[in-house]
Nanobody
């Protein structure tokens, strides 16, 4: 059973960089085929796919967030990390990490094999 757990600060100040880590257990992030994604849901809005890192280590980003987003991984810890720079209150959301097929842009959690419980991040001074 694969499990994913998001971690990071719940409160970030505007203009700072948001950094979240997804710790994966029960399966390797380097296992052939799977993509590891970050998805978020702002209050009162739908899910938004932010980006993904493939089993190969290649990263992919939503065009709307590409200039501010970086996804990396630490294979020794079986973790992957999201960094979102220059945050504003509009980046306030529940952030999820998830494992899915090699398809970009999936914005429905049920289309992923596994996902974390989500972590609330609030951007406020």
């Amino acid at each position: 059973q694969v499990q994913l757990q998001e971690s990071g600060p719940g409160l970030v100040k505007p203009s700072q960089t948001l950094s979240l880590t997804c710790t994966v257990s029960g399966g390797s992030i380097t296992k052939n085929y799977y993509y590891w994604s970050w998805i978020r849901q702002p209050p009162g809005k739908g899910l938004e796919w932010m980006g993904a890192i493939a089993y190969s280590g290649s990263s992919y980003y939503s065009p709307s967030l590409k200039s501010r987003t970086s996804i990396s991984r630490d294979t020794s810890k079986n973790q992957f990390t999201l960094q979102l720079s220059s945050v504003t209150p509009e980046d306030t959301a529940v952030y999820y990490c998830a494992r899915g097929p090699p398809v970009l842009g999936i914005a429905t959690l049920e289309e992923y094999d596994y996902w974390g419980q989500g972590t609330q991040v609030t951007v406020s001074s």
